[in-house]
């Protein structure tokens, strides 16, 4: 069983910056596939950013040039470095990770954009 939680989201103006973090317990954390998922109120969840084991990357094109998704294998943890935020942007941000066959969710962080 992976447990993950999320942290960093909050309430930003638009232009600014926030970095999400995702804590993954265990001891595989170096082999999952970890991403980033957003849900804003009346829309479907969808991928914002994913990394995998090896370190690749991709992002979807609304965030391309604006956030960008790493890892810290030696701590667990994934993150989330969003700038030039919008206010499209605003959204429960969920941390996900995928590992042989399985998908494991955190309990969500909520970003808002608003001046």
């Known amino acids: 069983q992976v447990q993950l939680v999320e942290s960093g989201g909050g309430l930003v103006q638009p232009g600014g910056s926030l970095r999400l973090s995702c804590a993954a317990s265990?001891?595989?954390?170096?082999?999952?596939?970890m991403g980033w998922y957003r849900q804003a109120p009346g829309k479907q969840r969808e991928l914002v950013a994913s990394i995998t084991a090896g370190g690749s990357a991709k992002l979807a094109d609304s965030v391309k040039g604006r956030f960008s998704i790493s890892r810290d294998n030696g701590n667990n943890t994934a993150f989330l470095l969003m700038n030039s935020l919008k206010a499209d942007d605003t959204a429960v941000y969920y941390c996900?990770?995928?590992?042989?066959?399985?998908?494991?969710w955190g309990q969500g962080t909520q970003v808002t954009v608003s001046s």
């Open positions: 996900n990770a995928y590992v042989f066959g399985s998908d494991y």
């Open positions: 265990g001891s595989g954390f170096s082999i999952y596939r």
